[in-house]
């Protein structure tokens, strides 16, 4: 049965009176088929608020899979419209194959926000020798920040591996809670250990709390050297020791500069 497949430039309507109607093509028995093929003139599918399905059973759904380049638009920026992507026990791939390009996801327009979530299979962010950055203008980052007992880990030990960490005059803070310890440098390390090596004058305070506190330099069992005081300046060093003080073993208090010192 051929309708208007004559070489004839024509108009064929199919149910188009003003009328209410169901108009079906085809049907699902079988190896049954229907084609619909178009020009450049392209194909127009338009519901007046109705409901637009495309159910296939098992059948796998393709949109623009064809070997052309091509823009691909769901959705709209209209009001409420939202885009909703499901998925059962499969997984849900963006970006997948294997071609480098850049994937965007959100944007920065006024309270736009980005949530990712996970269960207990957690969440991996992997770049392959690329630079990984977490900017967020004024706000804050919290890095397991939750009321949950849990270890965090940055940086390893591998090679040259270093972890930086700057601030500016808000200062940096490190507290533990109860027993908790603070410990720098690791059991075999044999790296120094420098804290308050600014070239500009600053005071550094251990053990300062208002509680009691006893502060322990040097105590293991191995023979060492403790120096205090080794100023190579012209400046003058002091030296305090307030209250119960003991000395076991050989302590040096240098003082080598022309600026004398107590």
């Known amino acids: 049965i051929g309708i208007g497949n004559d070489a004839v430039a024509q108009n064929i309507n199919i149910g188009t009176g003003a009328v209410a109607n169901t108009v079906n093509i085809g049907n699902v028995t079988g190896t049954t088929a229907v084609n619909i093929n178009t020009g450049t003139a392209g194909s127009t599918y338009t519901t007046t608020n109705g409901a637009f399905a495309l159910n296939t059973g098992t059948g796998a759904i393709n949109l623009g899979t064809d070997a052309a380049a091509k823009t691909i638009t769901m959705g709209n920026g209209t009001g409420a419209t939202s885009l909703v ?8 791939n963006i ?18 926000a980005v949530n990712i979530n996970a269960g207990t299979g957690g969440s991996t962010y992997t770049t392959t020798n690329g630079a990984f950055s977490l900017n967020t203008g004024t706000g804050s980052i919290g890095i397991g920040t939750d009321a949950t007992a849990k270890t965090l880990t940055i940086g390893n030990v591998t090679g040259a591996s270093a972890v930086n960490i700057n601030t500016g005059t808000g200062a940096s803070t490190f507290t533990t809670t109860g027993a908790g310890t603070l410990v720098l440098g690791g059991a075999t390390s044999t790296g120094a250990i420098t804290v308050g090596s600014s070239s500009a004058s600053q005071t550094v305070n251990i053990g300062t709390g208002t509680a009691a506190a006893t502060v322990n330099v040097a105590t293991a069992d191995a023979a060492g050297n403790v120096v205090i005081g080794d100023n190579t300046g012209s400046a003058s060093s002091t030296i305090k020791l307030n209250g119960e003080t003991s000395i076991n073993g050989h302590l040096n208090l240098c003082i080598a500069n022309s600026g004398g010192g107590t």
């Open 85 to 92: 992507l499901n998925a059962g026990t499969g997984a849900i």
């Open 95 to 112: 970006g997948t194959n294997a071609i480098a390009r850049t994937t965007t996801i959100g944007n920065v327009t006024g309270a736009s």
